[in-house]
């Protein structure tokens, strides 16, 4: 699939300048209040900022450049993740002006009725409301969405797809919607607008690329929770250890107690910043995946369902198989020799422009070294297939080759006074069992023998599935086919279940038994009679070639039309939730080491003893408690990459993919910081900052 | 330590283990309604009377806040009831000895350890209780606060199994069943076990008698004769250690020579402590149709409890670098025990000591043979630590269960997240609801814990740390005595129950402040932990496929201890080094 969108680089210069200004305008506490994790940080950087300021007027015992230093990096804290949000925002701005230039206002042809040749009037495009009608003449833009009513045409939609290729948009049918900010390239269309102003698909996507309407997710929000309540039981920790340090002091008879400016870092370091900073640009990270997928979600939830999806209903026409039968075997009748079969099948389908046809031309060539002839040079009649015979063929040099379905070649047999043998019979049964499809070949009064037409598996499908059912996936095949060719073609593809002459209904009754039974389900669609069942669906992709209706009832649209891109959609919802978890337990271990850092320095003074605890040895107190302060803020930095890009999802199940993630990110995170702190400590002492 | 210690520990630990599955097994067919090995033909009329008599349709479903009222009413009922007994003693039969009516601060203390199923013990038994108050008081909520807790699990459990339902079962069925089929059969079984040992059973008035070596006091009297102080002793015991109460008879509680005679009855009274409790993970695993669930909790709690109990025995064996230096003997061999045998009972020893101090910590029993005081700074730090984990490693009977499930939530979101899927236990799906509930009961108690310690050091600490003696609860200086109080509100913050002594609590602010903290314990988390039940209950089974995280490997078990731990040490890290932490650091700078 030929596709002009490119992977945006992490770092574009652009995007990282307008997010480093982006960083310091998301300092306003309204902006802050919505994270309860920094907006701690930020209350803390301004409490120290305060007493840094007051300890340079009326100098006390911890010196002003201490307190300031330590508060600089808490303001630095606030920053770096204020930068990861702005960050992940940016790519979408980027994203969202490109579209948003697609979107200049046209003019529209305004018709009075839907018809050709109904009166038309020049409108702009920003005042067409819903069921108005327009004209698109070749060149003109489409100027709203709409539904084709009338006409066919051919339309460029790269500006949204990025697909160059131009599709046919016609009325009725599968193909009749239209986007706003496509152009007619060829003919014309009548086209009824079903959305208002501010409404389209364009705008909504603006709108979900921006982040503009971004709310939290399911998941998101449970882990806010968690991640308040962990700061709720630190802020406690720290509070409460000003009374117990005062108790200490007066029980000791030395030191001084902790001073505020040592437990607001403490604080800091503890409470889990890494993923509290981290957590609004994961989630906007894993909107983008979504759209350099060229899938555009309808809301966050649906990216987070996708990650839960249990069953996988997927069409077989175009996304198991390919889109056409192909011809993959010739069986001659008694007494006929395969190369006379081959011929014949050959000059049958010479002028038949169907892929079938085609495919069995492409067949004799290759297996038969029969090369391609022209009817025209032979001096041929084509016979093209009609509804009354249902056969094809030629008359050539006294012959009538014919070729089509068992039925109807067999009343022609019959009619030129001759009979099907029973082994014609026979292979035109065994094709049907194994799912195949059979052409009769018949020369006048004989039959020639089989052709067997099938469906074929796309290449690289049954690996899909395979790793389907390690994620715990489950794949279900729908068809139109009767039940045994559909079970001939499910096990040849390996999908788990299918369902045979499926109907709407039949569709919709197989997602409710799915989710009855507590499974939560996926399905693609593009057609009207689709919209049903995906509005039942738990993640429901609409292909952006299907009808408006479609698009309405699903919950995310794929640009590319694709119908296998379902799988990839699920590895970006596994995506999102891994890099959360991930981050969380490595923000929560990060905090062994900051102890072991700030405990023997924060009561130095009062108890020596516990400088025992100092197993990375830092130099002094202050560069211990600046060197884990500073950490804590350079590795917000440092995870920006992984929040923007997700940790990679694996199919490998379950249970695999916790250990690898507890050994990355738990025990990871318990090691890096203790060298990453003794790292700052050392630089620290040797640029003499401290 | 000798082999004999290892010995010692490793068949605690076995037998524990192997009794697990059969009692398990058969508390699940209580809860389930199913036929009780014949208990029924015993107890069943009584059963049905008590249904008959107070009304109760048993069949009835109750929603969870419905349950939870049910619960909070009787429990305050029980909570009343305790109170007027012992402000009412004085005037009531079966007190030989006179005591009189006890203070107001002191009955509220009391009555709250006691519904709360904290046993913290504000008096002393055989100077301050009279006999009825010990049984009809004391016994009764012995019993009625363990199987209350019980309750509150089966309806957790009864949340995780039901689907798209809005009940968790009936409490007034789980109350009575509990009582009737668990803890009075095996409180019998014990209390005859005990009395086989030597431990008392009477109701005689205190007993005078002449000592065989007369003491003589500072002031030159001589002490020539003792009074032994008596009771229905092993009827309490039992209870007090099957159903993680832990108040004891006497004020010495289990290394009294009449609560606890022998090393046979030391370990039947240990065994007691945590037998349940263990047996409950069993229970777990049947009533959610998969026992390797439950095995999986109960190896949680080994792999935490283990190695903490090993760690204390080998701190105590140690001894005290102070005694070495002087030369003093401190190994074990024939003659001695060798470590540090101060508090300790020498029929006992180090390691049933050490055992001890750790199964009636982690479980929120609270009763000792050893003074934890007196144990060494790490030594005594292990304990502390197994209380301010929450109570979850085996914890009180059903409150453990159930607030280690908490724990799992947790640890099952952090997982489910990343594995990528929205998390799940047991097909339920932990959201927002569930994160918000487990999240309370995680942050109530260090919140009481520091909190409450705070107030207290700042209060009547402070003072005596600068030298205020008068004013003072606190008897020893230093790091210590921040120890002792840390270790009393983490036991009430906890409801263990169980102290560090050498803090005088009898006194109006400690009295007040614990019991506050031990209903806030209590209660703050029953009531969330049924609505999670309600919750879960109400929403729909996820069928278990290759994607979801599967919650019995040895792998999840890391995952949850690892929670466990963490979240622990992390919030009560700066405590500990303030106080036993620095003491173990000034112990081994001075020698």
Same mark, same amino acid.
């Given at each position: 699939?030929a596709?002009?969108h490119?992977?945006?680089?992490l ?5 990282l300048?307008?997010?480093?200004i982006?960083?310091?305008?998301k ?6 209040l ?16 305060g ?5 340079l ?12 230093? #330590? $508060? +600089?990096?808490?303001w630095? /804290?606030? !920053? ?6 702005a960050?992940?925002?940016? %790519?979408? *701005? ?5 579209l ?17 040749n ?24 489409i ?10 045409a051919?339309?460029?939609?790269s ?9 046919i ?7 009749s ?8 390239l060829?003919?014309?269309?009548v086209?009824? #607008? $079903? +959305?208002?102003?501010g409404? /389209?698909? !364009? ?10 309407? %971004?709310? *939290? ?6 882990l ?6 962990m700061?709720i039981?630190?802020?406690i920790?720290c ?14 008879g ?10 607001v ?7 889990p910043?890494?993923?509290?900073g ?7 990270a894993g909107?983008?995946?979504m ?6 979600a ?6 987070e ?6 069953v996988?209903?997927l ?11 192909q011809a ?27 892929p079938?046809?085609r ?6 060539k ?11 040079d ?5 016979i093209p297939?009609?509804?009354q ?5 030629v008359d050539?040099?006294?012959r009538?080759?014919?070729k ?33 499809t059979p052409?009769v070949?018949a020369d006048?009064?004989?039959a ?10 796309k ?7 395979i790793?389907?059912?390690q ?6 095949m729908i068809t ?5 060719t559909?079970a ?9 279940d ?9 569709k ?5 038994d799915?989710?009855?039974g507590?499974r ?9 009679n689709?919209?049903?069942a ?6 429901a ?8 209706a479609?698009?309405e ?23 999102l939730l ?7 337990t ?27 605890l ?11 408690i600046l ?6 803020a350079?590795?917000i ?16 199940g379950?249970?695999?993919l ?5 050994l990355?990110?738990g ?12 790292l ?8 003499r900052?401290v | 330590?000798?082999s004999?210690?290892w ?9 524990l ?19 009780c090995c ?10 049905r009377?008590i ?8 069949r009835?479903?109750m ?6 009222v049910?619960v ?10 305790v ?9 009531l ?29 504000s008096?002393?038994?055989?100077t ?7 049984m ?5 909520q012995?019993?009625v606060?363990?199987?209350s807790g019980?309750?509150?699990l089966?309806?957790?459990i009864?949340?995780l ?8 079962g ?9 009582t ?10 014990v ?7 030597g431990?008392?059973q ?35 015991i039992?209870?007090k250690q ?18 606890n005679?022998?090393p ?6 240990l065994l ?5 409790a ?10 959610v ?8 909790l ?9 190695p903490?109990?090993?760690f204390?025995?080998?701190?105590e ?5 102070a ?12 003659d ?12 006992f ?42 109570e979850i490693v ?7 269960l ?7 939530i ?7 997240l ?20 487990a ?10 814990v ?10 009547p ?6 030298g205020n003696?008068?004013?003072?609860n ?7 005595g ?15 129950g ?9 006194e ?5 402040a ?6 806030a ?15 879960l ?5 996820t ?10 490997r ?13 979240v622990?040490?992390?919030?009560f890290?700066?405590a ?15 020698s």
């Open positions: 699939m596709t002009t490119k992977a945006r680089p770092f574009d210069p652009p995007i300048r307008r997010a480093v982006d960083a310091f305008t300092l306003d506490p309204r902006r802050q919505r994270n309860p994790v920094m907006f701690t940080v930020f209350v803390g950087s301004i409490l120290t900022t007493l840094g300021i007051d300890a007027i009326t100098p006390g015992a911890e010196s002003a450049a201490f307190i300031l230093g #330590v $508060s +600089a990096w808490l630095f /804290t606030v !920053l770096f993740a204020n930068f990861a949000e960050m992940a925002e940016g %790519r979408g *701005k980027a994203q969202a002006d490109t948003r230039a697609t979107r200049r206002d046209v003019q529209a042809k305004k018709l009075s009725k839907p018809e050709y109904a009166t038309r009037s020049l409108v702009s495009a920003s005042t067409l409301r819903k069921d108005d009608v327009v004209l698109v003449e070749a060149g003109d833009m100027p709203s969405d709409g539904e084709v009513v009338e006409g066919v051919s339309v460029d939609e500006a949204i797809t990025g697909e160059s290729a131009p599709v948009r016609e009325s009725g049918g599968d193909r919607s239209v986007t706003g900010g496509t152009r007619v060829s003919d014309w269309i086209v009824r #607008v $079903s +959305a208002n102003p409404e /389209t698909f !364009l705008d909504r996507m603006i709108g979900l690329v921006e982040g503009a309407k %971004r709310q *939290k997710t399911p998941n998101e929000i449970a806010d929770i968690l991640l308040a309540a700061t039981i630190f802020l920790v509070a409460t250890l000003l009374p117990f340090s005062k108790y200490s002091v007066a029980a000791a030395q030191g001084s107690p902790i001073t505020v400016t040592v437990l870092a403490l604080l800091v370091c503890l409470i910043t890494t993923i509290g981290l957590l609004s640009a994961i989630g906007i909107m983008d995946r759209i350099q997928a060229n899938v555009i309808m809301s966050g939830r649906a990216v369902a996708a990650g839960d999806v249990d996988l209903l069409d077989k026409t175009g996304t198991i198989t390919m889109g056409n039968r993959v075997e010739f069986i001659p009748a008694d007494g006929v020799d395969l190369p006379h079969l081959a011929d014949s099948a050959q000059l049958a389908s010479l002028a038949d422009e169907t079938e046809g495919s069995v031309v492409v067949l004799a290759d297996r038969y070294g029969l090369r391609g002839r022209n009817v025209h032979l001096g041929a009649t084509f297939f009609t509804a015979t249902r056969l094809s063929g050539f040099d006294g009538k080759i014919r089509g379905a068992a039925q109807s070649v067999e009343q022609f047999v019959i009619g030129n006074g001759g009979s099907f043998s029973s082994d014609v019979h026979r292979h035109v049964d065994g094709i049907a069992r194994q799912g195949g052409l070949v006048g009064a004989r020639l023998g089989v052709i067997n037409l099938k469906d074929i598996v290449g690289g499908i049954k690996e899909r599935f790793e389907l059912r994620m715990g996936i489950k794949t279900v139109g086919d009767n039940p045994q559909a001939a073609i499910a096990a040849e593809a390996g999908v788990d299918f369902l045979a002459e499926a109907t709407p209904e039949a919709l009754k197989m997602i409710r799915y989710q009855a507590g939560l389900v996926a399905m693609t669609g593009d057609g009207t689709d919209s049903p995906l509005a039942q669906a738990d993640v992709v609409a292909m952006n070639s299907g009808t408006q479609a698009k009832a699903g919950n995310m649209v794929d640009l590319d039309s694709n119908p296998t891109k379902l799988i990839e959609i699920v590895e970006i919802g596994k995506q891994m890099t959360r978890g991930a981050l969380t490595f923000s929560l271990a990060n905090d062994v080491a900051k102890y072991f850092a700030i405990i023997p320095a924060a009561f130095a003074t009062t108890y020596p003893v516990l400088n025992k100092n197993v990375m040895g830092l130099a002094t107190p202050s560069s211990a060197s884990a302060v500073i950490f804590n350079l590795i930095v440092a995870l920006i990459p992984l929040a923007l890009r997700g940790v990679p999802y694996r199919a490998v379950a249970a695999r916790l250990r690898d993630n507890l990355i990110y025990v990871g995170g318990l090691v890096v910081p203790f060298f990453g702190i003794k700052i400590d050392v630089l620290l002492v040797t640029l900052i | 330590m000798t004999n210690a010995m010692q520990l490793i068949l605690y630990f076995a037998v283990g192997l009794l697990a599955k059969p009692l398990g097994w058969y508390m699940a067919r209580v809860y389930l309604g199913q036929p014949g208990m029924e033909r015993v107890f069943g009329w009584l059963e009377s249904y008959r008599v107070a009304n109760i349709d048993e009835h479903e929603g969870w806040r419905q349950y939870a049910a909070l009413l009787f429990n305050a009922v029980g909570f009343f009831a109170y007027a007994l012992l402000r009412l003693q004085g005037m039969p079966l007190n030989p000895q006179q005591f009189a009516a006890c203070t107001p601060d002191l009955a509220f203390n009391t009555a709250a350890s006691f519904a709360t199923n904290t046993n913290w013990q008096y002393a038994g055989e301050t209780l009279s006999y009825l108050s010990q009809l008081g004391l016994t009764v012995n019993f606060s363990a199987a019980m309750a509150v089966v309806a957790l009864r949340g199994t039901r689907r798209t339902t809005a009940t968790i009936n409490f007034w069925f789980d109350l009575v069943r509990s009737l089929y668990i803890l009075l059969p095996l409180s019998i079984v209390a005859l076990l005990l009395v086989s040992q431990v008392i009477n109701f005689r008035p205190y007993a005078t008698v002449n000592v065989l070596q007369p003491t003589v006091a500072s002031d030159g009297t001589k002490g020539e004769t003792q009074t032994l102080a008596l009771g229905p002793a092993a009827s309490q039992a209870i099957l159903g993680t109460n832990g108040g004891g008879f006497f004020n010495v509680n289990s290394a009294h020579p009449f609560e005679p022998t046979i009855s030391n370990f039947v009274e007691s402590i945590l037998l349940i263990a047996a409950l993970c069993y229970t777990f695993g049947v009533m149709g998969d026992t390797r669930q439950g095995w999986a109960l190896a949680a709690m080994y792999v935490i409890i283990v903490l109990t090993v204390t025995a080998w701190q064996q140690n001894g005290v670098p005694y070495t230096a002087l030369s003093v003997d401190q190994t074990a061999h024939v001695q025990p060798g470590g540090n045998m101060e508090g300790k009972e020498t029929r020893g180090i390691v049933n000591s050490a055992l001890w101090a750790s199964a009636t910590t982690a479980a929120s029993n609270g009763s000792v043979n050893a003074m934890h005081d007196s144990f060494t700074p790490l030594g005594g730090l292990v304990p502390m630590w197994l209380i301010q984990l929450g085996f914890g009180g009977v059903g409150s453990g159930y607030g280690m499930l908490m724990f799992v947790v640890a099952v979101f952090i997982a489910g990343m594995v990528g899927r929205t998390p799940e236990y047991l097909g339920k799906k932990i959201e927002a609801y569930e994160m918000k509930m999240s309370l009961v995680i942050l109530i108690p260090p919140l009481v520091l909190v409450g310690t705070a107030i207290a050091v700042i209060g600490g402070l003072d005596y740390a600068a003696e008068i004013k003072s606190l008897n020893n200086p230093g790091a210590h921040f120890s002792e109080v840390l270790y009393a509100f983490s036991s009430a913050g906890n409801n263990n169980s102290a560090f002594a050498g803090l005088t609590t009898n109006p602010f400690n009295n007040l614990l019991g506050l903290a031990m209903l314990a209590r209660y703050w988390l029953m009531i969330p932990t049924l609505a999670i039940a309600g919750s209950a109400r929403k729909k089974f069928p278990p496929s290759a994607g979801t995280l599967p919650t019995h040895p792998l999840f078990v890391a995952m949850v201890v690892g929670t466990i731990l963490l622990g040490a992390l919030t890290v700066p500990l080094a303030l106080g036993p932490i620095v003491e173990h650091l000034q112990m081994i700078a001075a």
